[in-house]
């Protein structure tokens, strides 16, 4: 009975320890946000601005990495930090959990507080700390509301002096932020009223067909309860420039010879004019001065034209008023392709002539050709002829006595002479040939 008692007593005193053991981890209520940030917080633009975030959390937990200390704005992570000792200083989220990265914001580790060297008009919105113990809810503090007073400005700072083409319709903005929302207007210079056919709608500056009438100094002024700010613009009125004579040259020209290329142009300011070759402009260290001239009315002579010279030239017209560039093709022949081009020639006129040596000599030969063949065909029928003669010269001497054996040889003889210098002649068209 004694064993079995001291038996109970061990279980519950081991389930007492136990117990004891397993609750010894910090209650919540000894994590926990002491003071947040404030409710309603204002600050002008460009002035520092520190959040409040006291934390309460035991000494348990500060031996590790399981606590940590998340800044929230809008809903959104913005900057967070791992509170336990072995932890490093502050960590950066995922980018895409956070707003933005910003070098101006600072998580102090110490208090939670977070601190912003310069606050600018973005950071107005909601902010709320928190405590995320692993395993648990995360412990929020109360949201508090940031409020930036944005500081009076120009965005952008209008620039000090702006081209207008002549006759054309161009617009001159002015655009001012500020809390409250300032008020934008234009005037001319010694409060002079608008010139006519120029309006000011909402902070922009129309001109209607821009004339010389117009050039002259323009203020923009914006204001608010917290002041008021100005800023002047002198309007100039130009030409854009305009190839009167564009880029022209001879094309193609032999070497040695001078390439004269012609470039003139108008505009207001007056306009410039540089050459280039290949896009890279003519100077005095890419060219031979003895070799390249540029003249005042914007011809560019280059004599003794080499090989080399062959390219792209461009001729770029400029001012304030714009830019614009032509170009024109100049092609060298070289005096040793020339002598070559007459080899060629030659060449070609001595074949042509040995074919037409040879047509000739063809045709001398198919004609004497045809001048044996009827010979030929004439000694053959002068025989038939002379052979049928002697058969009925017997009947036809006895009625004409007159008619003797000797003149029928005779003819006979004149045709074997035709048909012997017929061959002869033919024989001699052969060796020719």
């Known amino acids: ?13 081991s389930a007492l320890i136990l117990g004891s053991v397993r609750a010894s981890p910090i209650p919540s209520a000894e994590v926990s946000i002491v003071e947040g940030p404030q409710p309603q917080l204002t600050a002008k633009e460009q002035s520092a601005v520190q959040l409040p975030c ?9 031996q590790s990495n399981s606590v940590t200390l998340r800044w929230r704005k809008d809903g959104k992570t913005l900057r967070q930090v791992e509170l336990g000792q072995t932890s490093s200083t502050t960590s950066e989220p995922q980018l895409e959990t956070m707003v933005r990265e910003d070098a101006r914001l600072t998580l102090r580790k110490e208090n939670g507080s977070l601190h912003f060297a310069g606050v600018l008009a973005s950071d107005a919105g909601q902010y709320q700390c928190e405590l995320v113990v692993e395993g648990r809810p995360a412990i929020s503090s109360n949201s508090g509301s940031l409020e930036v007073i944005e500081q009076l400005k120009f965005v952008p700072q209008p620039q000090p002096t702006k081209n207008l083409e002549l006759g054309s319709v161009s ?14 207007k234009w005037m ?31 203020t923009c002024m914006a204001s608010n309860s917290q002041g008021q700010i100005s800023a002047t613009v002198s309007i100039n009125v130009v030409v854009a420039p305009k190839f009167t004579v564009p880029p022209v040259g001879p094309g193609e020209i032999s070497e040695g010879d001078i390439a004269v290329m012609h470039c003139q142009a108008t505009g207001e300011p007056k306009p410039t004019i540089q050459w280039d070759k290949d896009l890279t402009y003519l100077n005095e260290n890419n060219t031979d001065p003895a070799r390249f001239h540029l003249l005042e009315n914007g011809t560019l002579e280059i004599h003794n034209v080499q ?14 008023a714009g830019l614009k560039r032509e ?19 030659i060449i070609i006129v001595i074949i042509c002539l040995a074919f037409l040596y040879f047509v000739l000599v063809l045709g001398l030969k198919l004609w004497y050709r045809y001048r044996r063949h009827m010979g030929k065909v004439q000694l053959e ?12 010269g017997h009947e ?16 006979l003889k004149s045709k074997l002479r035709e048909s012997t210098i017929l061959e002869q002649e033919s024989q001699v068209a052969d060796d020719i040939v």
Not at 5 to 12: C, D, E, G, K
Not at 381 to 392: E, I, L, P, Q, S
Request: hydrophobic share 30%; glycine share 8%; aromatic share 4%.
């Open 381 to 392: 029928d002068a025989t038939h002829a002379a052979v049928d003669g002697d058969g009925d």
């Open 171 to 184: 617009k001159v903005h002015c655009k001012a932020q500020g809390t409250p929302p300032p008020q934008v």
């Open 188 to 218: 001319r210079e010694s409060q002079l009223p608008l010139p006519e056919n120029v309006t000011d709608h909402n902070g922009t500056l129309v001109f209607r067909g821009v004339s010389n009438e117009q050039r002259g100094q323009y």
């Open 327 to 345: 170009e024109v093709l100049l092609v060298v022949k070289s005096n040793k392709s020339a002598s070559n081009s007459i080899i060629t020639r």
């Open 1 to 13: 009975m004694m064993k079995s008692q001291i038996t109970v007593w061990r279980l519950l005193s």
């Open 54 to 62: 006291a934390y309460q959390l035991p000494d348990v937990l500060r």
């Open 307 to 320: 090989t080399e010279d062959e390219g792209r030239y461009g001729c770029t017209i400029g001012s304030s």
């Open 396 to 411: 036809h001497a006895e009625h004409e006595p007159c008619l003797t054996e000797a003149n029928s040889s005779k003819n």
